[in-house]
T-cell receptor
Framework: AQRVTQPEKLLSVFKGAPVELKCNYS??????LFWYVQYSRQRLQLLLR??SRESIKGFTADLNKGETSFHLKKPFAQEEDSAMYYC??????????FGGGTRLMVKP | DAGVIQSPRHEVTEMGQEVTLRCKPI?????LFWYRQTMMRGLELLIY????????DSGMPEDRFSAKMPNASFSTLKIQPSEPRDSAVYFC????????????FGSGTQLSVL
């Protein structure tokens, strides 16, 4: 069975501080991992995918297979980053499982 | 394309009543997902379809929940009878089953069971 764990329900930082949202997964196959974000009064949307190795809005995430982690990082948080963030894992059958989510609050 | 369309946006009902949530996926997408979002449990996958066929419904809480996808452009999630603990936001999402497979979400249905 696949499982995604986000240990922090709430993460509060000051503007300009570094941010790391933790995500750990368990899956017997080769994982495909994502971060989705839900800004206030907006739809849940894709932020980034591990296979793209991209930086979106200053966020990056590296897949660490040894630690089974896919933590989301940003060196300098902005107030507009305040949102709900979900880590997700897709299996070979296209089933997408989400973690419990982390609410990021960036204070001025 | 208007994206994934869900209706209604809000539903308030009394315990014991039947509730039907509706979803129209993005045209051309062949995978459809139903999720439930709560503060305590985050986003839970209830069921997903590939090419209108239910692939995994292990997330459906109990027999009171059922989902159908009679054609590629329409799906329903039904709760009968509804209970207060079913109160949550229910999201529908669609994607292609191959390729990039980016998931597109609807705006959700806020369900309150009194």
């Amino acid at each position: 069975a696949q499982r995604v764990t986000q240990p922090e329900k709430l993460l509060s930082v000051f503007k300009g501080a570094p941010v790391e949202l933790k995500c750990n997964y368990s899956y017997s196959g080769s994982p495909e991992l994502f971060w989705y974000v839900q800004y206030s009064r907006q739809r849940l949307q894709l932020l980034l995918r591990h296979i793209s190795r991209e930086s979106i809005k200053g966020f990056t995430a590296d897949l660490n297979k040894g630690e089974t982690s896919f933590h989301l990082k940003k060196p300098f948080a902005q107030e507009e980053d305040s949102a709900m963030y979900y880590c997700a894992l897709r299996n070979a059958g296209n089933m997408l499982t989400f973690g419990g989510g982390t609410r990021l609050m960036v204070k001025p | 394309d208007a994206g994934v369309i869900q209706s209604p946006r809000h539903e308030v009902t009394e315990m014991g009543q039947e509730v039907t949530l509706r979803c129209k996926p993005i045209s051309g997408h062949n995978s459809l997902f139903w999720y439930r979002q709560t503060m305590m449990r985050g986003l839970e996958l209830l069921i997903y379809f590939n090419n209108n066929v239910p692939i995994d419904d292990s997330g459906m809480p109990e027999d009171r929940f059922s989902a159908k996808m009679p054609n590629a452009s329409f799906s329903t999630l039904k709760i009968q009878p509804s209970e207060p603990r079913d109160s949550a936001v229910y999201f529908c999402a669609s994607s292609l089953a191959q390729g990039i497979r980016k998931l597109f979400f609807g705006s959700g249905t806020q369900l309150s069971v009194l």
